[in-house]
């Protein structure tokens, strides 16, 4: 079955960086969109980046555009958020998921994903 594992979140201050991996297996990692979504306390989802199977393009919301990138190592079935210029406000539990394709949006629903990993941006 499909899983997805996030690693890499942790806490950083105001200003500072942090790295998002998502392990994924059981399914064709190269055949799908994957994407990162968050859910900070009280709040419902937020979508925050999609990137494509067959070209690579890279989404974004605009609350994160600019200061995070999307990547995706097909051969290693594995996905990346490289998070810089981090803001309080981006504190939540960040989940990765996939769906066929983003169709070029951030938004739209995912068929699975896995359990997240806490981001937390404080002094």
């Known amino acids: 079955q499909v899983q997805l594992v996030e690693s890499g979140g942790g806490l950083v201050q105001p200003g500072g960086s942090l790295k998002l991996s998502c392990d994924a297996s059981?399914?064709?990692?190269?055949?799908?969109?994957i994407g990162w979504f968050r859910q900070a306390p009280g709040k419902g989802r937020e979508g925050v980046s999609c990137?494509?199977?067959?070209?690579?393009?890279?989404y974004y919301a605009d609350s994160v555009k600019g200061r995070f990138t999307i990547s995706r190592d097909n051969p290693k079935n594995t996905a990346y958020l490289q998070m810089n210029s981090l803001k309080p406000e981006d504190t939540a539990v960040y989940y990765c998921?996939?769906?066929?394709?983003?169709?070029?949006?951030?938004?739209?629903?995912?068929?699975?994903w896995g359990q997240g990993t806490q981001v937390t941006v404080s002094s």
């Open positions: 059981g399914f064709t990692f190269d055949n799908y969109a």
């Open positions: 990137i494509s199977a067959a070209d690579g393009s890279a």
């Open positions: 998921a996939t769906r066929n394709s983003c169709y070029g949006r951030v938004d739209l629903p995912y068929d699975s």
